[in-house]
């Protein structure tokens, strides 16, 4: 068994689209409508196979927590990027790009080395060695 893909809400479809294929390489596979539900997804595929399912409808929900916040649910992606160096580099595009970073980079408790980011929703990305 593994998991087959993993999922996230987006207010703005082609905005998160444009963030994960450019700062992550994600090969972006045909844009999927369904105009009875009004709902619309992209699944993101990583170098790795891993898949991530991006998707929009027009009346979501705002979030609970603040952005950036410990809450209840899915609490982040980590991409292991292969080294520490990688991990800096990242970390400098995302700042530069404008995405918050919220920690790191620095070695972690339980030996990662990692920076905490958020994309352009405001959901949490790990970045691993």
Same mark, same amino acid.
């Given at each position: $068994?593994?998991?087959?893909?993993? /999922?996230?809400?987006?207010?703005?479809?082609?905005?998160?689209?444009?963030?994960?294929?450019?700062? !992550? +390489?994600?090969?972006?596979?045909?844009?999927?409508?369904?105009? /009875?539900?009004? !709902?619309?997804?992209?699944?993101?595929? !990583?170098?790795? =196979?891993?898949?991530?399912?991006? $998707?929009?409808?027009?009346a979501l929900e705002p979030r609970s927590a603040q952005t950036g916040q410990d809450r209840a649910g899915y609490a982040h992606i980590a991409f292991a990027? +292969?080294?520490?160096?990688?991990?800096?580099? $990242?970390?400098?595009?995302?700042?530069? /790009? +404008?995405?918050?970073?919220?920690? =790191?980079?620095?070695?972690? =408790?339980? =030996?990662? !080395?990692?920076?905490?980011?958020?994309?352009?929703?405001?959901?949490?990305?790990?970045?691993?060695?």
């Amino acid at each position: $068994m593994h998991i087959e893909h993993v /999922a996230i809400w987006t207010s703005n479809l082609e905005r998160l689209r444009t963030f994960y294929a450019s700062h !992550f +390489g994600a090969i972006v596979g045909p844009r999927y409508v369904n105009t /009875a539900k009004q !709902f619309e997804s992209y699944i993101l595929r !990583f170098e790795s =196979g891993a898949r991530l399912e991006i $998707m929009h409808k027009p009346a979501l929900e705002p979030r609970s927590a603040q952005t950036g916040q410990d809450r209840a649910g899915y609490a982040h992606i980590a991409f292991a990027l +292969g080294s520490r160096e990688r991990v800096c580099e $990242m970390t400098v595009r995302l700042t530069a /790009a +404008g995405c918050p970073i919220l920690d =790191g980079p620095r070695l972690t =408790g339980d =030996g990662y !080395f990692e920076s905490a980011v958020l994309d352009p929703d405001g959901n949490r990305i790990e970045l691993t060695a």
